[in-house]
């Protein structure tokens, strides 16, 4: 079953922050990411950060059930919801 992912992109001074549809794998998330760059369907934006080479992704959730908080080593963080 293929899930929403964002995923944020920073390399070489520029950003991009897109969504993608794929399947919870490395190897089908890492694909679907390619073919959303080789398909120029991703605008980067010049932000000037030039300290390294990342890539994240999280999956989306539309639950509209209340965001569960757990404070960790003093600072609040959200959890997922029980």
Known sequence: MK?????????????????????????DIENSIVDKLGQN?????????????????EEVRNDPRPVQYEEVLGVRMATGAS
């Open 3 to 27: 899930k929403e992912f964002r995923v944020q992109l920073r390399a070489y001074g520029y950003y991009a922050d897109f969504k993608i549809f794929s399947k919870d794998t490395k190897e």
């Open 41 to 57: 369907e991703v605008k980067l934006e010049k932000d000037g950060f030039t300290g390294g080479k990342w890539i994240t992704y």
